[in-house]
């Protein structure tokens, strides 16, 4: 008799997202009043901009409740097309956008519809951790490269040629980045760039937090701007839920070349249809305003990444870099001798904190900290990992 619980597809034997998990860990430990700090979830603590919510009101109010076209409503695909022209100067039109739902699906449906099995993906590490399981998923294989905290966690351009090989088909770029915070400079973009025509691969540039940046020597710039060769190969994914705080509305959007966008919107036309109805009408609203409110988020997360840089700072035993976007801290914490997992797992039984062991992003030395949270949260979060260090 066959064992009826072994799968032999790429797509059954995937482990849980560590990020999720632990974020529902959290909440599930509040809910029985437990006095727990929190630092774990990549999600804005603010709620979406009231004209954001009052569009999708609006549209369900009138009846927008029906099928759109699958990649995602026309006009909104032409704001996106748009706003990648004026802020990001990446050439595109309305055909090679796909409005998917969620940043994650556009990430994934890029992958799947370019890799399989026989293709390498080079992933720099440490990386946002469901990049590997999505090329898993895929079928193709993952090739990490180590990035350093000296080199602000930028992949040299010399360590990515010496991964390439004949069956390297996409590299995977995140900027700014999810889980160090670091932003790459146009210098090294442009070296991967040359180094992405010269060897013919295709490079999925992850910009979610784009609109999330601090400092003014470390602007945004999308590698598929760069020149005419890379602006063909390059998939260039953004999102709402960072920049608008619309975690929760599932809506991501993406640009590639006209031939893999055809794939791409062929996949997810099988897999999903189009994301929420309602909900892109939010979004379109989102793209027509102006950033006033972005900005002003933006600002807080300034504030905080200062706060909780400074006073970590202060902790001896933990190590990290300045982050120059998103909000996330990545601390190496190999000082204290301890491996992340068991690392993580005392301090939340000893000191009631949750942060994200490095393991999960390619990074054992290391421990990530969200700062998507109050002042005072931040406060208690760096007292608490500064008594626990002071065990060691
Ligand atoms: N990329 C990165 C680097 C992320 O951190 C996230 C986290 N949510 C996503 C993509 C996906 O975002 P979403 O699916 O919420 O649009
Ligand atoms: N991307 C966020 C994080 O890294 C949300 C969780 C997830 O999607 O993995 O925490």
């Keep these: 008799m066959q064992n009826i619980q072994m799968t032999r597809g790429f797509m059954g034997g995937l482990s849980p997202s560590t990020t999720l998990k632990m974020t529902q860990k959290a909440k599930d430990m509040k809910a029985q009043g437990i006095d727990v700090c929190s630092m774990s979830a990549g999600e804005p603590d603010f709620d979406t901009p009231k004209y954001i919510k009052d569009a999708a009101i609006e549209a369900l109010n009138s009846g927008k409740t029906g099928y759109t076209d699958s990649s995602g409503l026309l006009e909104l695909r032409k704001a996106c097309a748009e706003k990648f022209i004026k802020d990001n100067n990446i ?75 004949a069956n390297t088909r996409l590299l995977i770029l995140n900027t700014p980045s999810n889980p160090t915070g670091a932003i790459y400079r146009k210098a090294t973009l442009e070296a ?10 295709m490079v999925l540039s992850d910009e979610i937090y784009e609109e999330l940046v601090y400092e003014k020597d470390f602007p945004h710039i999308s590698i598929g701007s760069l020149n005419k060769e890379i602006a063909e190969l390059t998939i260039t ?5 960072k920049a608008y705080a619309m975690t929760g509305w599932r809506l991501g959007y993406l640009t590639a070349p006209l031939w893999l966008s055809k794939k791409i919107s062929a996949l997810q036309s099988h897999l999903t249809s189009n994301p929420t109805t309602f909900a892109q009408y939010g ?35 933990v190590k990290s870099i300045r982050p120059q976007g998103a909000f996330y801290l990545f601390c190496d914490i190999s000082a204290c001798g301890l491996k992340s997992g068991e690392f993580c797992d005392r301090l939340l039984e000893e000191e009631k904190l949750v942060a994200i062991p490095g393991d999960a992003f390619g990074a054992d030395n290391c421990l990530r900290l969200s700062y998507a949270c109050s002042e005072e949260n931040i406060r208690t ?12």
């Design 91 to 165: 050439q595109t039109t309305p055909a090679q956008v796909i409005v998917g739902p969620g940043a994650k699906f556009s990430v994934f449906s890029a992958i799947a519809a370019l890799c399989g099995p026989g293709d390498e993906v080079i992933i720099p590490a440490p990386f946002w951790l469901s990049y590997p399981e999505m090329v898993t998923a895929a079928g193709a294989k993952s090739v990490f490269v180590d990035t350093k905290a000296e080199n602000n966690y930028e992949l040299l351009p010399a360590d990515l040629e010496r991964a390439v090989t």
């Design 381 to 392: 979060a760096v007292s608490r990992l500064k008594n626990f260090c002071s065990k060691f």
């Design 237 to 241: 994914v953004n999102g709402f839920s």
């Design 283 to 317: 979004a379109l609203k989102a793209l027509a305003c102006g950033k006033e409110e972005v900005y002003k988020m933006r600002d807080s997360f300034a504030t905080r990444r200062d706060l909780i840089y400074n006073l970590i700072s202060e902790i001896p035993k």
């Design 192 to 201: 991967i760039a040359a180094l992405a025509v010269k060897h013919n691969f």
